[in-house]
């Protein structure tokens, strides 16, 4: 069964930076794209970002574009988040999600990782 590990959350001040990872424990598995999603406490999940492996489409959400940046290794099935300027709104738990080459829908996720933006 394949996990995703995430790690980088943590606690920042409204403008500061941090950078989520999230590693497949199987690397030989193949992922049709990988992405971010996040959920603040009493809302549903939402999309954050997510990023396809052929030819390296990056996609965010409104809320995030100009401050976040996804990238990653399609061979190590690994992938960041990069985000800037962060703002108390984002606080939420983070989560790494991942779609197999079959389906190519959202069939694997992580355990989430917290940030707590400060004001």
């Known amino acids: 069964q394949v996990q995703l590990v995430e790690s980088g959350g943590g606690l920042v001040q409204a403008g500061g930076s941090l950078r989520l990872s999230c590693a497949a424990t199987d690397r030989t598995f193949s992922t049709y794209k990988m992405g971010w999603f996040r959920q603040a406490p009493g809302k549903e999940r939402e999309f954050v970002a997510r990023?396809?492996?052929?030819?390296?489409?990056?996609y965010y959400a409104d809320s995030v574009k100009g401050r976040f940046t996804i990238s990653g290794d399609n061979a190590k099935n690994m992938v960041d988040l990069e985000m800037n300027s962060l703002k108390p709104e984002d606080t939420a738990v983070y989560y790494c999600?991942?779609?197999?080459?079959?389906?190519?829908?959202?069939?694997?996720w992580g355990q989430g990782t917290q940030v707590n933006v400060s004001s």
């Open positions: 990023i396809i492996w052929s030819g390296g489409e990056a």
């Open positions: 999600a991942a779609a197999n080459l079959r389906t190519r829908s959202w069939n694997y």
